[in-house]
């Protein structure tokens, strides 16, 4: 009878030690995974505003190459 209560006890403590680690290592995991969403959230930022970055600076190479014929023909126009 002693041995069977010495290995239920055995069974019960080798059980909740299972379980806790289970929980630790889920924990664990998703603190890791919550982490790595916020950096690639502040990635995607970073593409997102380079890619505007990227627009308005052809918009003002546009704008510059326009102004720039603009002064070429009234250079011309007054010589």
Not at 27 to 32: D, G, H
Not at 46 to 74: F, M, N
């Amino acid at each position: 009878m002693e041995s069977i209560i010495v290995s239920l006890i055995g069974l019960a403590g080798s059980a909740i030690g299972s379980i806790l680690g289970v929980i630790a290592s889920a924990r664990l995991t998703s603190y890791r995974l919550e982490q790595l969403e916020k950096k690639v959230q502040a990635h995607n930022n970073l593409i997102e505003r380079t890619y505007k970055l990227e627009e308005r600076t052809e918009i003002q190479e546009e704008k510059i190459k326009a102004v720039s014929h603009r002064i070429k023909d009234l250079e011309r126009s007054t010589a």
